[in-house]
């Protein structure tokens, strides 16, 4: 995976989800998405690869963020930005 590509877990509805993307697209980054809820044999890739059940799941290249929480705790720390440049 390119390194600083971004990949995201969600569902149409959940707000976590609409908020990691509302900031993802603030930082002018495009990403790619699989929708557990239009693909629902995908999560259990998801929880295979996070160990967690919840959406989203965001991953900046091989490093697994975590939730919305997490890439926003990023971002206020001033750490997102430098995670993706390429």
């Known amino acids: 995976m390119n390194e600083n590509k971004v990949m995201m877990y969600g569902t149409n509805a959940c707000p976590f ?49 975590g939730g919305f929480d997490d890439l926003q705790a990023l971002d206020q720390a001033g750490r997102l930005d430098a995670l993706l440049q390429p």
């Open 17 to 65: 989800c609409v908020a990691a993307r509302s900031l993802l697209q603030s930082k002018g980054v495009d990403w790619d998405e699989v929708l557990i809820d239009v693909h629902p044999e995908r999560r259990a890739e998801m929880i295979a690869k996070t160990q967690r059940h919840t959406v989203p799941q965001i991953f900046i290249g091989d490093h697994h963020v």
